[in-house]
């Protein structure tokens, strides 16, 4: 599986940003795929999952802001952000496990992973 995440860029306060994930990869669609972010002199942090079945799993922190989706028949994931604070400030990265893994919130457990998208969040 390849991964390409896009849509990053710079954001005001209050404001939002919907970053996409397009996989290539007949197992995508049986795989669940994550999003991480590794802010500036931080280690890599999870900020939610969503399996093969669309169920979705959240940081307890960015529950209520960030929302996960996915359209499998575009082997698109989407990762939805809203009341951004100048603290998202991160390259957010997705991934994705094997198939049939249901993942976590360890980044060990994802196969696959993405280049990686900046998010800036201006005060």
């Known amino acids: 599986v390849q991964l390409q995440a896009s849509g990053g860029g710079l954001a005001q306060a209050g404001g939002s940003l919907r970053l996409s994930c397009a996989a290539a990869?007949?197992?995508?669609?049986?795989?669940?795929t994550g999003w991480f972010r590794q802010a500036p002199g931080k280690e890599r942090e999870f900020v939610g999952r969503?399996?093969?079945?669309?169920?979705?799993y959240y940081a307890d922190s960015l529950k209520g802001r960030f929302t996960i989706s996915r359209d499998n028949a575009k082997n698109t994931v989407y990762l939805q952000m809203s009341s951004l604070k100048p603290e998202d400030t991160a390259v957010y990265y997705c991934?994705?496990?094997?198939?049939?893994?249901?993942?976590?919130?360890?980044?060990?457990?994802?196969?696959?992973w993405g280049q990686g998208t900046l998010v800036t969040v201006s005060s």
């Open positions: 991934s994705a496990t094997r198939p049939g893994y249901s993942g976590g919130s360890d980044n060990s457990r994802y196969a696959y």
């Open positions: 990869g007949h197992t995508f669609s049986v795989s669940t």
């Open positions: 969503i399996t093969w079945n669309s169920i979705t």
